[in-house]
């Protein structure tokens, strides 16, 4: 591991907006309470990476508590440290495998679910891994409050019509549907925050796919 690395993984675990692995536990059912001491709506991001979109909205609604998850700590100390420096106090970032995140939120405290260029996983021997196939919609699910929805930003064809597909299988409610973002009529402020690699694929022109869905 290169020395850069090993200093970020050194600085973060000394950040207060970064909870890491099971120091996560105790505050199941209770992040607006126990961690950011208010009752403000709870919004997600899943492998948030540099954590720039949860910085973002974060800054865009302050009256949210915004959680960024991701299992590098390197990466999520870019998005900690800049939420630090900046003074932005409704953001946090949560180190784990995304696969046990149930054990981290209880049922029904999630009002938002934000998913934004995550790894389409394309080979097929790895859907399960994709964090749009059945075995994580379930765990949205369970985490959602009624009515909370789930957003993916993607830039990969394949896994917007995957995510598509599964929304129409399991009947789930299509919000929003989109393989052009930027040239359709939902890039509202919210929509068009880029990341560090969005950029780099517009300047490729690659298209960006949006959808927004919920469970009821």
Known sequence: MGKDKLRRFAEVATFANVVQ???????????ANGFFKNDD?????????????????????????????????????RGAKDALEQGVPNVGFLRIQIETILDYFAPGEVDEIWITFPDPQPQLSREKKRLTSPRFLE??????????????????DDLHAYTAEKIAELNLRLHIKTEDLYHSEFADEVLSIKTYYEKKYLKENKNINYLKFSFE
């Not at 692995?21 to 992040?31: I, K, R, S, T």
């Not at 997600?44 to 949210?64: D, M, P, S």
């Not at 949205?140 to 930003?153: A, C, E, I, R, T």
Request: some cysteine; glycine content about 12%; aromatic content about 12%.
């Open 139 to 156: 765990k949205y699910k369970q985490l959602l409050k009624p009515g909370g929805s789930v957003n993916l930003k993607t830039d990969n």
């Open 21 to 31: 692995l099971d120091a996560g536990l105790p505050y199941c059912g209770n992040w």
């Open 41 to 77: 709506p709870l919004v997600l991001e899943l492998a948030c990476g540099k954590g720039e979109y949860t910085v973002n909205l974060a800054r865009l609604f302050q009256k949210k508590n915004f959680i960024g998850i991701d299992y590098k700590g390197n990466r999520i100390w």
